[in-house]
C-alpha cells in the first residue's frame, strides 16, 4: 500500500510521521490471553496515572493542536487515543469488540497515538492519500452513523475517506472475515522511534494473539 502525505497536513504539521502495519492475521471474537494482558495493563495503567496525566502525554496534546489547526474542536470530536485513555483512567473496562480491534486499542493506549486498524481487501485502489477533511464531505464513523470530518485528518483511497484520529469508516472496518489488516499509527508529534516502537508492539501482538507472521512496517511522512 502506498500512503501518501498531502502539503495540507504537512502545512499543520510539519513534523507528521506515521508507520503503516501490513499483516495477514486470523480475527477471533475473542481471547482471553489478550484479555488478561489488557486486565493486567489497565491495573498498572491506572496506578501510574489520572486524567490529569493526559495534559503530558505528548502524542495525545499533538493530535489534539491538529485538531485546532484544523479547524476542529478536539474536546467535541476527541482523538480515539484519547477517548480510550480516558475511560480507562476512569476505571471502567474498554469495549470489547474483537481480538484484531483490541489488540490494536490496547497499543493505542500504550503509546498515546490514534491507530486506525483496516481490512486491506476492502481498501479501493493501492494508494491512501491523508488530507483534510472538508465541508459536507460524508463519512459514516464506526457505530456513530454520519460524522462530521471537516477539520479532521482523514485517510482516503480511491472511493472516499476511510480513517480519521476519532473514527475510521464502516466500510472498510475490521471483521471477523478479515485476514489482511492494514494498521496506521499517526505521529503528530513527530517522534519516529515512539512510532515505530508502537507499530512493533502492535506486530507482537498480532503474533501472540491473531495467528500472524508479524507482516511489515514502513513509515512514512
Not at 493526559?54 to 480515539?80: F, H, L, N, W
Request: proline share 5%; with cysteine.
Amino acid at each position: 500500500m502506498n500512503i501518501l502525505v498531502s502539503e495540507d497536513i504537512r502545512t499543520v504539521c510539519p513534523e507528521f510521521v506515521g508507520a503503516a502495519l501490513e499483516a495477514h492475521i486470523t480475527n477471533t471474537p475473542y481471547s482471553a490471553p489478550l484479555w488478561e494482558e489488557i486486565k493486567a495493563f489497565q491495573t498498572d495503567y491506572c496506578r501510574k496515572y489520572t486524567t490529569e496525566s493526559i495534559k503530558e502525554m505528548p502524542p495525545i496534546q499533538a493530535t489534539r493542536a491538529v485538531y485546532k489547526r484544523c479547524g476542529k474542536d478536539p474536546s467535541r470530536y476527541r482523538p480515539s487515543s484519547e477517548a480510550l485513555v480516558r475511560r480507562m483512567l476512569r476505571g471502567l473496562d474498554l469495549y470489547q469488540i474483537d481480538t484484531a480491534v483490541d489488540l490494536i486499542n490496547l497499543a493505542s493506549i500504550a503509546y498515546g497515538y490514534s491507530i486506525g486498524g483496516f481490512d486491506a481487501g476492502k481498501i479501493v485502489g493501492d494508494t491512501l492519500v491523508l488530507g483534510i477533511g472538508r465541508e459536507g464531505e460524508a463519512y459514516e464513523g464506526i457505530g456513530r452513523g454520519p460524522l462530521n470530518i471537516a477539520g479532521l485528518p482523514v485517510y482516503r483511497d480511491n472511493q472516499g475517506g476511510i480513517g480519521t484520529p476519532t473514527s475510521d469508516h464502516e466500510r472498510t472496518k475490521l471483521t471477523l472475515s478479515t485476514t489482511r489488516l492494514l494498521a496506521l499509527v499517526n505521529g503528530y508529534d513527530g517522534n519516529r522511534e515512539q512510532v515505530r516502537a508502537c507499530a512493533e508492539y502492535m506486530q507482537e501482538l498480532l503474533k501472540k494473539y491473531a495467528g500472524s507472521d508479524g507482516g511489515n512496517i514502513q513509515l512514512f511522512e
